[in-house]
T-cell receptor, first 114, second 111 residues
Framework: GAVVSQHPSWVICKSGTSVKIECRSL??????MFWYRQFPKQSLMLMAT?????????EQGVEKDKFLINHASLTLSTLTVTSAHPEDSSFYIC??????????FGSGTRLTVV | DAKTTQPPSMDCAEGRAANLPCNHS???????VYWYRQIHSQGPQYIIH???NNETNEMASLIITEDRKSSTLILPHATLRDTAVYYC????????????FGKGTRLHILP
């Protein structure tokens, strides 16, 4: 079945630095990918929709200059958290549309900013 | 997309059938019902989907009422590994548009 690989699975960074998270579709082409953020005990919150070859569409309240999304190929989308702060610590998840199954999700990235 | 309503939490004894309800009274004729689950610290996992007929796969069964206003996900023999948050989502294919997740049902399987 369709697999989405997300890396890294966890990362710890210092406040003020930037972190890049990769999301790859391994056996299919993903024209559209989605990025979510999840805080403890809460549901997934959609951050942005990433379209190959064009600018991402951000949800209301999500800072596009802070959360940079690049979808340069049909198999790779990246999320860069710039100038990270402790409040950016969260679980980040990507997904891609895959036909009848709907969506396949990455395994998530646990970001801790210290 | 139609709005869904799920109980916030449920308990089920290990080995018994877990029946998770979902209300989607505003579902339109071309919207499918999808179920996903999220085990702690993992990405969501697809379980099953259906339009109006009952569906069964190796993971679960989906029972959709005749008026399509509600559905039930059935895990026939729940195990501890089925402890997760279960999300019911209604959508119109073809897919490619965003999914907005509700709060889901937190299922606890009790030993």
């Amino acid at each position: 079945g369709a697999v989405v690989s997300q890396h890294p699975s966890w990362v710890i960074c210092k406040s003020g630095t930037s972190v890049k998270i990769e999301c790859r579709s391994l056996d299919f082409q993903a024209t559209t990918m989605f990025w979510y953020r999840q805080f403890p005990k809460q549901s997934l919150m959609l951050m942005a929709t990433s379209n190959e070859g064009s600018k991402a569409t951000y949800e209301q309240g999500v800072e596009k200059d802070k959360f940079l999304i690049n979808h340069a190929s049909l198999t790779l989308s990246t999320l860069t958290v710039t100038s990270a702060h402790p409040e950016d610590s969260s679980f980040y998840i990507c997904s891609a549309s895959t036909g009848s199954y709907g969506y396949t999700f990455g395994s998530g990235t646990r970001l801790t900013v210290v | 997309d139609a709005k869904t309503t799920q109980p916030p939490s449920m308990d089920c004894a290990e080995g018994r059938a877990a029946n998770l309800p979902c209300n989607h009274s505003t579902i339109s004729g071309n919207e499918y019902v999808y179920w996903y689950r999220q085990i702690h610290s993992q990405g969501p996992q697809y379980i099953i989907h259906g339009l109006k007929n009952n569906e069964t796969n190796e993971m679960a069964s989906l029972i959709i009422t005749e008026d399509r206003k509600s559905s039930t996900l059935i895990l026939p023999h729940a195990t501890l590994r089925d402890t997760a948050v279960y999300y019911c989502i209604v959508r119109v294919p073809p897919l490619g548009d965003k999914i907005i997740f509700g709060k889901g049902t937190r299922l606890h399987i009790l030993p």
